[in-house]
């Protein structure tokens, strides 16, 4: 899009088609628009915007966030922060530094290079209809939920939830996401890692996520997952449960064991070439090596 409106206001759009940017100035005034013009596009940082081709765009009417103040909040209090979705994937890198989880901020770090990242919001990231980005994955491991919102009704989900497991978006007409909230604790141990590119979608990719909290004992906490072409996870559940307590060094049979629970999921079997076998089994592997 190249042209942008006043705040509130309508305008006709340049290019090929009818397509109109919408500025709303408050979160009431966005609702509204949604509620009678559900189809709208939503733009938040717009870098996916950009990269699609102008048939997408043409004759769309495009709702811009960047005018709504209560989405631009980062607001912290004992147990979790929430961050308004239209923040900068940047700004946190700066401001968050100091209380959001670690991975969560290497996370946040991958959503692009600087320049992507200083514009693209996390309500954008997480809410792409057509991939699943390596940021999404981390931020649901570690339990992050979603507000979303439409005129007389909000609701909070795990970011687990706000897909279907087929990885499409479950999102209602006339909802926008407006916050997420990253509980605030500490992951002493962590991995994030893609091979192959993430974006654009529809590329090959695997990304190995993980994370775990160690105390005096053992193993307090520990998770992982895989995201498979920025479209099919595998999360670990059962394994992840069975090793909480477990003290550390693990055993080479414990570590074999949760190695099989991954390599068991059918879709380490069907979507994976031997290659990604291998780098999943043994990126696990070196994870659980990595506790102590
Ligand atoms: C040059 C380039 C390099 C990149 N490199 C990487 C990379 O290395 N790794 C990586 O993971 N990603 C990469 N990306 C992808 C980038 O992370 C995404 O484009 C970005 O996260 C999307 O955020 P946005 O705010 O710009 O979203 P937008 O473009 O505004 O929107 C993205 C989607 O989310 C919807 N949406 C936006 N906000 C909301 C909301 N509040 N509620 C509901 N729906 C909403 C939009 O309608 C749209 O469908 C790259 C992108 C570019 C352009």
Redesign the pocket.
């Known amino acids: 899009m190249s042209n942008r409106g006043d705040r509130g206001k309508p305008v006709a759009g340049h290019g090929p088609g009818p397509d109109e940017l919408i500025v709303p100035g408050s979160l009431g005034e966005a609702l509204q628009l949604l509620r009678h013009h559900s189809d709208i596009?939503?733009?938040?940082?717009?870098?996916?915007?950009?990269?699609q081709s102008p048939e997408v765009r043409t004759g769309r009417r495009i709702l811009a966030?960047h005018a709504v103040r209560e989405l631009r909040r980062v607001v912290r209090t004992g147990h979790h922060v929430e961050i308004g979705?239209?923040v900068p994937a940047g700004r946190l890198l700066g401001a968050g530094r100091r209380f959001l989880p670690a991975v969560a901020l290497d996370a946040i770090r991958?959503?692009?290079?600087p320049p992507?990242r200083n514009?693209?919001?996390l309500?954008?990231?997480v809410?792409?209809?057509e991939t699943i980005?390596?940021?999404t994955a981390a931020l649901q491991l570690i339990d992050t939920s979603v507000e979303l919102r439409r005129q007389g009704n909000s609701r909070w989900v795990s970011m687990g939830q706000f897909r279907d497991p087929s990885g499409t978006l479950r999102?209602a007409p006339g909802e926008?996401?407006t916050r997420l909230r990253i509980p605030l604790r500490t992951w002493t141990h962590w991995m994030i890692h893609t091979y192959g590119a993430?974006?654009p979608a529809g590329r090959p990719s695997l990304t190995l996520v993980g994370a775990a909290s160690m105390d005096k004992t053992g193993i307090d906490e520990f998770r992982f997952a895989l995201l498979v072409d920025g479209r099919r996870q595998i999360r670990l559940r059962e394994a992840e449960t069975d090793l909480v307590g477990r003290a550390v060094p693990l055993t080479e049979r414990d570590r074999r064991t949760i190695i099989a629970s991954l390599e068991d999921n059918p879709i380490f079997g069907s979507d994976l070439d031997d290659l990604g076998r291998w780098r999943a089994s043994n990126g696990l592997r070196n994870f659980l090596l990595r506790l102590e």
């Open positions: 596009g939503i733009w938040g940082g717009g870098t996916w915007w950009l990269q966030l979705a239209t991958r959503v692009g290079p992507v514009v693209a919001t309500g954008g990231a809410a792409i209809p980005l390596p940021v999102i926008v996401v993430p974006y």
